[in-house]
């Protein structure tokens, strides 16, 4: 077991990490919409969105992967209107 990390995703905030390699899968924490440049929350679910795919997105690459490679997202949201 390996332990991904990478500064171009927001750190962890708590007890975990941002992703785990186990060899033959990579498991990724759940990603918050904050640029990790900067520490600021995007503000639209667009924006938000975007910013949470650009934060997996790098911890993938780190982890010498790609979006090609996911087999299962789950997204969370907190009113879908």
């Keep these: 077991m ?4 990478t500064s171009n995703a927001p750190a962890a905030i708590g007890p975990y990490s ?8 990579v498991f990724v924490s759940g990603q918050i919409p904050v640029d990790p440049a900067t520490g600021k929350m995007a503000d639209t679910v667009e924006e938000q969105a975007a910013q949470s795919l650009a934060n997996l997105k790098a911890i993938l690459a780190e982890a010498g992967l790609s979006m090609a490679n996911v087999v299962k997202t789950v997204i969370f949201l907190a009113d879908i209107n």
Excluded: H
């Design 18 to 25: 941002q992703a785990i390699d186990l060899g033959n899968m």
């Design 2 to 5: 390996k332990v991904v990390s």
